[in-house]
């Protein structure tokens, strides 16, 4: 409770034992000394440090906005709208799919639009290019079942636009996030997605209860982990299924070069051939129409197309598949871990950014 006139605020608690109470009392006095500050502030500083996450990010959102009055859906909100503010267009964060399905469990079940909300049509614009986002994503998807998945999603995803533009007060919030949720290997690093999500929230009616808190905060707290690694799949490159992959090669279109060449795995385009070197076959995954990162989220398939390249390399008489700027620039979205599983090296003779398929 705040002290009266003050911008203090007090709260007592009880120790378990008078030995408790005096070493409680007497360490925080010496340490208050020794720093400067008040036994107040020493113990406000130990309880915090024991009890936020550890990540000042995540530490920040909680403390700031999670025990405030409607705090569920404030913390929600900005933890996304936090998240759609990186450099080009992008999201700061690719890994907020838990916070995702957090919505989707804590969301009240008569959560709708009334149809009048200021933040509507702010909402609409990122919804549209949400919406294109996915119907130029969902044909790229290199494996057949899943494609004709993405593309039920992305039919449906057009019909709760156009449904959103006719019959505002009927928008089903959930239908949204579920949409996002399905589709967020093509969305994650895109700061409209994260738009969309805050401007969802924002409209949204959201459980505020001791289950819905701590499951958000946990949830935070993993999201942001300074520990969280991501392995890829232990699977050998060497025995995945590349016959499951229709690789074909045609004279590209998009490039005025006769030594360009497009390469479609299943019809889905992964990329462009070249050769500027002899022996070399220049892979580069299509960055610029496409989305790699979506293309290939599941090692598996990365691994088969690989081996389906690597067929072709040498059919080709080509010594080497290579693969350029794997840490930045045209493939960002393919880390040296996953390239290494599939075989890729590199050559103590060639720049390190180069890596090498014999």
């Known amino acids: 409770m705040p002290r009266k006139n003050s911008n203090y605020y007090q709260k007592s608690f009880y120790c378990s034992s008078k030995a408790s109470f005096n070493f409680i009392t007497g360490r925080t006095n010496d340490l208050a000394e020794r720093e400067g500050r008040t036994a107040s502030f ?20 909680v403390e700031n906005f999670l025990y405030e009055e409607n705090g ?22 690719g890994d907020f799919k838990p916070l995702v399905k957090f919505c989707l469990d804590f969301l009240a079940t008569n959560s709708t639009c009334s149809g009048d909300e200021p933040i509507l049509y702010h909402f609409r614009s990122q919804l549209e290019s949400v919406v294109k986002k996915i119907e130029n994503d969902a044909p790229q998807c290199i494996e057949m079942g899943d494609r004709k998945g993405f593309l039920e999603i992305a039919n449906h995803a057009k019909d709760l636009y156009n449904a959103s533009l006719k019959t505002p007060d009927k928008i089903s919030i959930k239908a949204f996030f579920e949409v996002i ?21 924002s409209m949204g009616t959201f459980e505020e209860t001791v289950i819905a808190r701590n499951e958000l905060f946990n949830t935070i707290e993993n999201v942001f982990s ?16 590349a016959n499951t992959i229709n690789l074909r090669v045609e004279a590209s279109s998009r490039y005025n070069n006769d030594n360009m060449f497009d390469v479609f795995a299943n019809d889905a385009l992964v990329g462009t051939l070249f050769s500027n070197v002899e022996g070399w076959l220049n892979w580069m995954p299509d960055v610029f129409g496409g989305n790699p990162s979506f293309q290939f989220r599941n090692d598996e398939t990365f691994y088969s197309v690989v081996q389906a ?25 393919l880390d040296k871990d996953l390239l290494l599983k599939a075989g890729f090296k590199n050559r103590p003779d060639c720049d390190p950014s180069s890596m090498f398929l014999e």
């Open 226 to 241: 300074p520990d969280k690694v991501f392995e890829h799949a232990d699977v050998s490159p060497y025995i995945s299924c």
């Open 181 to 201: 949720y399905d589709c967020f290997e093509m969305l994650k690093d895109l700061s409209i997605t994260y738009r969309c999500l805050a401007d969802l929230v």
């Open 72 to 93: 569920v859906k404030q913390t929600l909100e900005t933890a996304f709208q936090n998240n759609a503010a990186g450099l080009n267009c992008k999201s700061v964060c």
């Open 42 to 61: 020493i113990i406000e500083s130990i309880i915090k440090n024991r009890i936020l996450p550890k990540n000042s990010d995540a530490a920040s959102l």
């Open 309 to 333: 390249l690597k067929k072709y390399k040498n059919e080709n008489g080509y010594q080497y598949l290579v693969i350029h700027a794997y840490n930045g620039g045209f493939v960002s979205c």
